[in-house]
């Protein structure tokens, strides 16, 4: 999938634990885990809006895409 979750990177920046970051926002902490490992096909805009005013940041620095390498079949 060319959307890749970054959210460890801002967790580690900002010195939060997971399961505080799931107690603000307000989903489990199982549910957290499966977005940020990305296997997860859909997240609430009011889920992203609520981890990025807990982290201080930007949807962009939690998710970035990345362009999948074409194929020898492409």
Request: aromatic letters at 4%.
């Amino acid at each position: 999938m060319p959307i890749v979750v970054t959210l460890d990177v801002m967790l580690a920046r900002r010195k939060m634990k997971a399961k505080d970051l799931a107690a603000f926002v307000g989903i489990t902490g199982s549910n957290l885990s499966l977005l940020r490992t990305g296997k997860v096909r859909g997240v609430r805009f009011e889920t992203i809006a609520k981890i990025c005013e807990a982290l201080e940041c930007q949807p962009g620095d939690i998710l970035q895409y990345v362009p999948e390498e074409p194929t020898a079949d492409d």
